[in-house]
Protein backbone atom coordinates (compact mmCIF):
# COMPACT_ATOMS: atom_id res chain seq x y z
CA UNK A 1 0.00 0.00 0.00
CA UNK A 2 1.47 3.25 -1.15
CA UNK A 3 0.81 5.91 1.51
CA UNK A 4 1.90 9.72 1.46
CA UNK A 5 -0.65 11.77 1.22
CA UNK A 6 0.36 14.30 3.37
CA UNK A 7 2.41 15.65 1.24
CA UNK A 8 -0.34 16.39 -0.77
CA UNK A 9 -2.29 18.29 2.51
CA UNK A 10 1.17 20.50 2.91
CA UNK A 11 1.09 21.41 -0.75
CA UNK A 12 -2.34 22.54 -1.36
CA UNK A 13 -1.73 24.78 1.64
CA UNK A 14 1.21 26.47 0.58
CA UNK A 15 -0.57 27.21 -2.80
CA UNK A 16 -3.25 28.88 -1.63
CA UNK A 17 -4.86 32.35 -3.88
CA UNK A 18 -7.37 34.40 -4.20
CA UNK A 19 -9.30 34.62 -6.89
CA UNK A 20 -10.85 38.44 -6.13
CA UNK A 21 -7.13 39.74 -5.70
CA UNK A 22 -6.45 38.92 -9.54
CA UNK A 23 -6.73 42.49 -11.81
CA UNK A 24 -9.13 41.68 -14.46
CA UNK A 25 -9.28 45.46 -15.73
CA UNK A 26 -7.13 45.27 -18.83
CA UNK A 27 -9.10 41.94 -19.81
CA UNK A 28 -12.31 43.49 -19.55
CA UNK A 29 -11.06 46.53 -22.09
CA UNK A 30 -9.56 44.15 -24.63
CA UNK A 31 -12.60 41.84 -24.27
CA UNK A 32 -14.80 43.59 -26.91
CA UNK A 33 -12.19 44.11 -28.96
CA UNK A 34 -11.90 40.70 -29.89
CA UNK A 35 -12.89 39.77 -33.74
CA UNK A 36 -15.34 37.23 -34.21
CA UNK A 37 -13.40 33.98 -34.22
CA UNK A 38 -11.15 34.73 -30.87
CA UNK A 39 -14.78 35.86 -29.04
CA UNK A 40 -16.37 32.86 -30.07
CA UNK A 41 -13.25 30.83 -29.09
CA UNK A 42 -12.11 32.12 -25.76
CA UNK A 43 -15.77 32.40 -24.77
CA UNK A 44 -16.61 28.54 -25.61
CA UNK A 45 -13.60 27.50 -23.53
CA UNK A 46 -14.68 29.82 -20.52
CA UNK A 47 -17.93 28.40 -20.78
CA UNK A 48 -16.39 24.65 -20.69
CA UNK A 49 -14.42 25.80 -17.82
CA UNK A 50 -17.67 27.32 -16.02
CA UNK A 51 -19.43 24.10 -16.63
CA UNK A 52 -16.54 21.83 -15.61
CA UNK A 53 -15.26 23.73 -12.48
CA UNK A 54 -19.52 23.93 -11.26
CA UNK A 55 -19.63 20.38 -11.26
CA UNK A 56 -16.45 18.86 -9.70
CA UNK A 57 -16.63 21.65 -7.10
CA UNK A 58 -20.41 20.06 -6.34
CA UNK A 59 -19.49 16.26 -6.85
CA UNK A 60 -16.03 15.97 -4.76
CA UNK A 61 -18.20 15.71 -1.77
CA UNK A 62 -19.02 12.54 -2.31
CA UNK A 63 -15.54 11.24 -2.76
CA UNK A 64 -14.64 12.76 0.70
CA UNK A 65 -17.08 10.93 2.47
CA UNK A 66 -15.84 7.79 0.63
CA UNK A 67 -12.17 8.27 1.73
CA UNK A 68 -13.35 8.50 5.36
CA UNK A 69 -11.35 5.46 6.71
CA UNK A 70 -8.49 7.33 5.70
CA UNK A 71 -8.15 10.16 7.54
CA UNK A 72 -5.29 12.22 5.84
CA UNK A 73 -6.83 11.20 2.44
CA UNK A 74 -10.49 12.85 2.96
CA UNK A 75 -8.40 15.54 4.31
CA UNK A 76 -6.40 15.85 0.86
CA UNK A 77 -10.02 16.22 -0.70
CA UNK A 78 -10.87 18.38 1.19
CA UNK A 79 -8.10 20.87 0.36
CA UNK A 80 -8.83 19.93 -3.26
CA UNK A 81 -12.84 20.57 -3.23
CA UNK A 82 -11.80 24.36 -1.67
CA UNK A 83 -9.62 24.40 -4.82
CA UNK A 84 -12.32 23.70 -7.27
CA UNK A 85 -14.68 26.11 -5.72
CA UNK A 86 -11.93 28.96 -5.98
CA UNK A 87 -11.77 28.35 -9.60
CA UNK A 88 -15.75 27.86 -10.84
CA UNK A 89 -15.87 31.27 -8.66
CA UNK A 90 -12.57 32.88 -10.72
CA UNK A 91 -14.08 32.00 -14.57
CA UNK A 92 -17.96 32.72 -12.99
CA UNK A 93 -16.08 36.02 -12.03
CA UNK A 94 -14.13 35.83 -15.86
CA UNK A 95 -17.03 35.36 -17.62
CA UNK A 96 -19.28 38.16 -15.75
CA UNK A 97 -16.79 40.97 -15.66
CA UNK A 98 -15.06 40.46 -18.27
CA UNK A 99 -17.33 39.18 -21.19
CA UNK A 100 -20.59 40.96 -19.92
CA UNK A 101 -22.70 36.81 -19.28
CA UNK A 102 -25.82 38.29 -17.95
CA UNK A 103 -27.42 36.12 -14.77
CA UNK A 104 -28.08 36.60 -11.14
CA UNK A 105 -25.93 33.94 -10.08
CA UNK A 106 -22.89 31.18 -11.35
CA UNK A 107 -25.88 28.60 -11.88
CA UNK A 108 -27.61 31.28 -14.60
CA UNK A 109 -24.79 32.23 -16.10
CA UNK A 110 -23.78 28.29 -16.72
CA UNK A 111 -27.22 27.98 -18.16
CA UNK A 112 -26.51 30.85 -20.24
CA UNK A 113 -23.10 29.34 -21.86
CA UNK A 114 -24.06 25.56 -22.24
CA UNK A 115 -25.17 26.44 -25.64
CA UNK A 116 -21.26 27.62 -26.85
CA UNK A 117 -19.93 23.82 -25.79
CA UNK A 118 -20.53 20.72 -27.62
CA UNK A 119 -22.90 18.28 -25.93
CA UNK A 120 -20.94 15.42 -25.16
CA UNK A 121 -18.46 17.83 -22.79
CA UNK A 122 -21.87 18.61 -21.14
CA UNK A 123 -22.56 15.41 -21.14
CA UNK A 124 -19.62 14.36 -19.04
CA UNK A 125 -19.57 17.07 -16.57
CA UNK A 126 -23.25 16.51 -16.01
CA UNK A 127 -24.37 13.72 -16.63
CA UNK A 128 -21.46 11.11 -16.21
CA UNK A 129 -19.29 12.85 -13.19
CA UNK A 130 -22.64 13.01 -11.03
CA UNK A 131 -23.85 9.11 -12.06
CA UNK A 132 -20.55 8.01 -10.75
CA UNK A 133 -20.18 10.86 -7.58
CA UNK A 134 -23.78 8.99 -6.82
CA UNK A 135 -22.48 5.43 -7.30
CA UNK A 136 -19.81 6.24 -4.70
CA UNK A 137 -21.90 7.66 -2.27
CA UNK A 138 -23.99 4.39 -2.09
CA UNK A 139 -20.96 2.23 -2.00
CA UNK A 140 -17.40 3.93 -1.20
CA UNK A 141 -15.77 0.50 -3.21
CA UNK A 142 -16.50 2.74 -6.40
CA UNK A 143 -13.87 5.43 -5.52
CA UNK A 144 -11.28 4.23 -7.45
CA UNK A 145 -13.10 3.99 -10.08
CA UNK A 146 -14.72 7.48 -9.32
CA UNK A 147 -11.07 9.17 -9.05
CA UNK A 148 -10.20 7.50 -12.35
CA UNK A 149 -13.18 9.53 -14.35
CA UNK A 150 -12.56 12.65 -12.25
CA UNK A 151 -9.04 12.84 -11.63
CA UNK A 152 -7.49 11.46 -14.71
CA UNK A 153 -10.09 11.73 -17.43
CA UNK A 154 -11.88 15.06 -16.52
CA UNK A 155 -8.73 16.84 -15.12
CA UNK A 156 -6.16 14.93 -16.54
CA UNK A 157 -7.41 14.99 -20.11
CA UNK A 158 -10.64 17.25 -20.18
CA UNK A 159 -9.82 19.99 -18.23
CA UNK A 160 -5.65 19.88 -19.17
CA UNK A 161 -6.90 20.53 -23.09
CA UNK A 162 -8.86 23.54 -22.56
CA UNK A 163 -6.67 25.59 -20.00
CA UNK A 164 -3.63 24.72 -22.30
CA UNK A 165 -5.69 25.78 -25.57
CA UNK A 166 -6.97 29.09 -23.47
CA UNK A 167 -3.74 30.54 -22.44
CA UNK A 168 -2.14 29.55 -26.48
CA UNK A 169 -5.39 31.09 -27.43
CA UNK A 170 -4.89 34.30 -24.98
CA UNK A 171 -0.74 34.63 -26.07
CA UNK A 172 -1.92 34.53 -29.56
CA UNK A 173 -4.48 37.08 -29.18
CA UNK A 174 -3.69 41.62 -30.78
CA UNK A 175 -4.89 42.34 -27.16
CA UNK A 176 -4.10 41.27 -23.97
CA UNK A 177 -5.47 39.60 -21.10
CA UNK A 178 -3.05 39.18 -18.14
CA UNK A 179 -5.88 38.69 -15.71
CA UNK A 180 -7.62 35.89 -17.58
CA UNK A 181 -3.80 34.27 -18.17
CA UNK A 182 -2.86 34.87 -14.15
CA UNK A 183 -5.75 33.02 -12.92
CA UNK A 184 -5.48 30.19 -15.23
CA UNK A 185 -2.03 29.56 -14.68
CA UNK A 186 -2.95 29.19 -10.96
CA UNK A 187 -5.53 27.28 -11.84
CA UNK A 188 -3.21 24.90 -13.83
CA UNK A 189 -0.53 25.01 -11.02
CA UNK A 190 -3.27 23.36 -8.79
CA UNK A 191 -5.01 21.31 -11.00
CA UNK A 192 -1.03 19.71 -11.38
CA UNK A 193 -1.17 18.37 -7.83
CA UNK A 194 -4.64 17.40 -8.05
CA UNK A 195 -4.10 14.81 -10.59
CA UNK A 196 -1.00 13.78 -8.92
CA UNK A 197 -3.15 12.76 -5.73
CA UNK A 198 -5.58 10.82 -7.90
CA UNK A 199 -2.77 9.13 -9.97
CA UNK A 200 -1.52 7.90 -6.50
CA UNK A 201 -4.84 6.29 -5.39
CA UNK A 202 -5.07 5.10 -8.45
CA UNK A 203 -1.37 3.49 -7.93
CA UNK A 204 -2.29 2.36 -4.53
CA UNK A 205 -5.92 0.74 -5.72
CA UNK A 206 -5.74 -2.80 -7.09
CA UNK A 207 -6.81 -1.67 -10.43
CA UNK A 208 -6.94 -4.48 -13.10
CA UNK A 209 -5.40 -4.27 -16.81
CA UNK A 210 -9.06 -4.31 -17.89
CA UNK A 211 -9.89 -1.34 -16.09
CA UNK A 212 -6.93 0.80 -16.89
CA UNK A 213 -7.35 -0.19 -20.51
CA UNK A 214 -11.06 1.25 -20.27
CA UNK A 215 -9.12 4.53 -18.79
CA UNK A 216 -7.10 4.76 -21.97
CA UNK A 217 -9.91 4.45 -24.19
CA UNK A 218 -12.41 6.67 -22.24
CA UNK A 219 -9.28 9.38 -21.90
CA UNK A 220 -8.87 9.17 -25.68
CA UNK A 221 -12.43 9.95 -26.42
CA UNK A 222 -12.86 12.45 -24.09
CA UNK A 223 -9.93 14.43 -25.31
CA UNK A 224 -12.19 15.31 -28.23
CA UNK A 225 -14.92 16.46 -26.44
CA UNK A 226 -14.12 19.98 -26.58
CA UNK A 227 -14.72 19.78 -30.78
CA UNK A 228 -13.89 22.50 -33.01
CA UNK A 229 -12.73 24.92 -29.49
CA UNK A 230 -9.10 22.65 -29.49
CA UNK A 231 -6.68 22.21 -32.16
CA UNK A 232 -6.57 18.48 -33.11
CA UNK A 233 -2.41 19.00 -32.08
CA UNK A 234 -3.26 19.69 -28.44
CA UNK A 235 -5.59 16.68 -28.60
CA UNK A 236 -2.61 14.03 -29.41
CA UNK A 237 -0.78 15.85 -26.75
CA UNK A 238 -2.97 15.34 -23.96
CA UNK A 239 -3.73 12.24 -25.31
CA UNK A 240 -0.11 11.19 -24.97
CA UNK A 241 0.11 12.34 -21.80
CA UNK A 242 -2.92 10.59 -20.47
CA UNK A 243 -1.25 7.22 -21.61
CA UNK A 244 2.37 8.01 -20.14
CA UNK A 245 0.21 8.84 -16.97
CA UNK A 246 -1.19 5.82 -16.80
CA UNK A 247 1.67 3.77 -17.59
CA UNK A 248 3.35 5.47 -14.68
CA UNK A 249 0.64 4.20 -12.38
CA UNK A 250 1.31 0.92 -13.30
CA UNK A 251 -0.73 0.24 -16.76
CA UNK A 252 0.75 -3.23 -18.44
CA UNK A 253 -0.23 -3.80 -21.64
CA UNK A 254 2.74 -1.61 -23.14
FE1 LIG B 1 -10.39 22.84 -10.91
FE1 LIG C 1 -8.97 20.00 -9.98
Redesign the pocket.
Known sequence: MITGYGHFAQLAESLQWDETAIDLTADAEAFPQLDQDEYDQVLGLLAGFCIG?TS?ATHLTSFNAAASSDDMMAEVFTAQAR??AR?ARFFDRVVREVCGVPGTNMTERVDALRDRVSPDLVELFEERLPAIAASVAEDHENLTAAVGLYHMILEGVV?TAGQHALLQTLKGLSVKMPGVVKGMEL?LR??RWHIGFGSRIIQSADVVDDQMEELLTQGTKAASAWGDLIAQDDIAHVEHLHQRRLKSVGIKFW
Open positions: EVDEHLVDE
